[in-house]
């Protein structure tokens, strides 16, 4: 078998696992990258924790999340970001959106959410915007990659954001992740994952104990209001 037909065979099974509605709810529950048990899944999906057992253990045999044992319990995870933003680009296309764009997401996660470990929603998207306004981002021809400038990378350390350890991880390190909610780019990677770090510590966003909401705080309306579309 030629690898073309390998890759065919690989996305079929990968898509099938996927099409499945509870197996579907249960990974757009983990988008907001918090670790669920089967039990909590079973209830996102609504089946029995029989149905939720079998139903992860497609997902994980195809690689969509990972179990991590901690104590007596057992947690599910996306398994990447690469998957996260996998199924951000599906529910692009779900919504098939005719005519104008009314987006019907809930005003609270339009405004800014978590998509697995960086910031989505009109936030997330203004991020994203001003980061290119300002040439700290430029676009490359590579797959929707983004490389920092010097200019970007000594301002965002000025800020007190670590763009060496964003560098040395192991992912990519900036690039484009199609938003659901605005049908527009916001920033992936492990730089939007060191954005999303930064804005929590400094104390511009506050982020749900349970939940992908993230609320924009006074304070990012003061110190950084260009930076969240907030000017």
Known sequence: MDAASTADSHLSRLASAIAEPARSRMLCCLMDGHARTATEL???AEVA??????HLARLKEQRLVHAVAQGKHRYFRLAGPE???ALEGLLVVAGAPRG???PTT???LRAARTCYDHMAGSAGVAL????HAQDWLRATSEGGDYVLTP?????????????AQARSARRRFACACLDWSERRPHLGGALGAACLQLSLRRGWVRQDLDGRALALTPKAARE?????GLA
């Open 224 to 228: 950084m209001p260009e930076l969240f």
């Open 128 to 131: 994203h915007d001003s980061l």
């Open 151 to 163: 200019a970007g990378a000594m301002a965002l350390e000025s800020l007190g954001l670590d763009v």
């Open 100 to 102: 104008e764009f009314r």
């Open 42 to 44: 079973a209830a996102v």
């Open 106 to 108: 809930p005003n609270r």
């Open 83 to 85: 998957v996260a933003a």
């Open 49 to 54: 924790a029989s149905t939720a057992s079998a």
